[in-house]
Structure formats: structure tokens, C-alpha cells
């Protein structure tokens, strides 16, 4: 071969290097990520999730990329979200939340979905059954839906005098009217008159505490947007002077009365492993739904001086945390 062939040749290869290498590369997974409410308040939920992801060798950026979608608290936009996700063609989402998880559903049937929900994904129709879930969902549950009527029986024990309670509700959740008639039941049994106020957004909020009379008290609904804004609430609650239940330990630490429910940060944690497990191979039809089941009691003790309440002895003992 000629000496000047023999370069055209060379330098004809070696322009194709570069394609060849980055085409041999394996691209990184990615994760889609879809939720209800705002990007600025989910760090919480966020860090949790990640930390399930890492916990499992997945890291955002190093060998996995997260595709955010944010309704930004107007759930009608999450089924064109969800399916702009599908179109990605993202290998797993997170639905980070009942609403969420539902739109996502709806979107696919192919792509694995992983849910975060506060209630019984069952009652929902995000799975079959908690062992066998097939389709391509499965996710993390928690008690928090459950548990209402015992947040108004442990309001009741700490305002013994209260004859009133007023309860949020967001009318968009999935879950809003079993939420409704878990707080009419519980107020029926501990002989509580209650008033439903219907609070899906901080107009509203703001709105809703100055309607709130004395003496009375406030439960919040198991809402993904209520826990967005729990520190919000706590201060509020602290500013009106009003005993209130919520399910958050953020609650309490910004000044509400007390907070039962589960580890939040458990949840989504799960969940990030769960992901990882599915990009790792494993089908979601193979992996049994899990439940957190250790609801904590959290008592701010100073919110409750302020109040003029007394704390129980036995709620004292069965506190998981009492804030002084």
C-alpha cells in the first residue's frame, strides 16, 4: 500500500473512533420522577429517596438520571405529565403520591411504577393485592389515612374541655371523602361537633384560620400537600392559639400540639430502594408491596404551656418525643 493510501486510511479510521467509543458507552437509566406538589418544598421527601437509592448504588447524576415532573398543586396537569414521561421512555417512575401514582397508571402499563400513598393502594386500584401486586406497580404504604380516628381520640386526651374540632380536608386527594367520614365517625364516637373545611391551597390556608373559633381545636387531613406545608401549619396553629393534631414531626417543631403518624422519611426511603431494585432487573409484579407500620407520637410540650393543657402521664409515656 502506498504511503499516502495508508494515511488516508488511517486518518479515515480514527475519525470514527470517537463515534464508535461513545456509542459502546452504556447509557445511564432514567428515573421519572412525578409529584402532585412543588419542586422548592419536597427536599425532605427528596433526601429520603435518594438516600434509598445510594443506599442500593445509585447516585443522581453518577450513574442514574431523575426526570422531575412538579404539578406545582394543580393535579389536573398530571396525566399530560405522566405522559410526557412515557414518551421520554423513562425506565421507572416514582409516583410520589396517590394522585400521582394513579396518573401514571393511567399513562402506562409497561413501564415499572413505584407509588409512595398514605392509604390502601388495594382500595385505589393501584395493585391487586399487598403480596401480589402485578401489573407494573408496586410502592411503599403507610398507616397516615388510617390513623385519623386515632389523632381525634389523642386530641380528645389532650384538650379534654374542647367540644369542637375543625378538620382540613383537600377535596382533590383520592382519598378526600374516606378521610371525611373517618373524622365523622371519630367525632360521633368522642362526642366532638365537627366542621369540615374544604383547603386545597395557602389562600385557602391563610383563609381558613381566622374562621376557626375558641375554644376549639384542629385536625388536618392525611395530605401530601398538608405535609408540604407543615411547618406553615405549626406556625400557625402557634400564631391563632389552637390545639392541633397533624401527622408530621415538622408540625410540631414549627409549634402545632402534636403530630401521630409514620416515618415519613422511612417511606420515601423504601421506595428509593425499590427503584433501584427495579433498574437493577426485578419486576414490580415480584415485589410485595411494603408497609410502614410504627406510627410515632410527637408532643411539643411548650406549644402546650402556652395552651393551658396539661399532658397526660400515659401520653407522656407513649410519646416518641416530647419538645420542650
Known amino acids: 500500500m502506498r504511503r499516502r493510501a495508508f494515511i488516508t486510511l488511517l486518518g479515515s479510521a480514527a475519525a470514527t473512533w470517537p463515534v464508535l467509543t461513545r456509542a459502546q458507552q452504556p447509557t445511564m437509566p432514567v428515573i421519572g420522577w412525578l409529584s402532585r406538589g412543588f419542586a422548592e418544598l419536597e427536599g425532605n421527601r427528596l433526601s429520603a429517596f435518594r438516600q434509598g437509592l445510594e443506599e442500593s448504588g445509585i447516585v443522581e447524576g453518577k450513574n442514574a438520571i431523575v426526570e422531575y415532573r412538579w404539578a406545582n398543586e394543580k393535579p389536573e396537569t398530571l396525566g399530560a405529565l405522566a405522559a410526557d414521561l412515557v414518551r421520554r421512555r423513562v425506565d421507572v417512575i416514582l409516583g410520589a403520591e396517590d394522585s400521582a401514582a394513579l396518573a401514571a397508571k393511567t399513562a402506562t402499563a409497561t413501564i415499572p411504577i413505584v407509588f409512595t400513598s398514605g392509604n390502601d393502594p388495594v382500595r385505589l386500584g ?12 408496586t410502592g411503599v404504604s ?8 386515632k389523632r381525634v381520640q389523642l386530641l380528645r386526651e389532650l384538650t379534654p374541655l374542647v367540644t369542637a374540632v375543625t378538620a382540613l380536608v383537600n377535596p382533590t386527594n383520592p382519598s378526600a371523602e374516606t378521610v371525611t367520614r373517618d373524622l365523622q365517625s371519630a367525632a360521633r364516637n368522642f362526642n366532638l361537633e365537627l366542621r369540615i373545611l374544604h383547603v386545597r391551597d395557602d389562600t385557602q390556608i391563610d383563609a381558613a384560620f381566622p374562621t376557626i373559633g375558641q375554644p376549639g381545636a384542629l385536625i388536618l387531613g392525611a395530605d401530601a400537600f398538608y405535609m408540604s406545608r407543615s411547618e ?73 404551656k402556652v395552651l393551658g393543657l396539661t399532658i397526660p402521664l400515659t401520653l407522656l409515656g407513649r410519646a416518641e418525643e416530647v419538645i420542650e
Do not use: H
Open 126 to 137: 393501584l395493585v391487586a393485592s399487598f403480596n401480589r401486586p402485578g401489573g407494573n406497580l
Open 142 to 149: 403507610n398507616l397516615n389515612f388510617e390513623l385519623m380516628e
Open 232 to 304: 406553615k401549619l405549626g406556625a400557625l396553629t402557634a400564631r391563632y392559639r389552637l390545639p392541633a393534631f397533624f401527622q408530621t414531626r415538622e408540625f410540631v417543631v414549627a409549634g402545632g400540639l402534636a403530630s401521630y403518624g409514620d416515618s415519613f422519611s422511612e417511606q420515601n426511603r423504601t421506595a428509593g430502594n425499590y427503584v433501584a431494585r427495579i433498574l437493577r432487573g426485578e419486576k414490580p409484579a415480584d415485589l410485595a408491596v411494603q408497609q410502614v407500620t410504627k406510627p410515632e407520637l410527637v408532643i411539643n410540650a411548650k406549644t402546650a
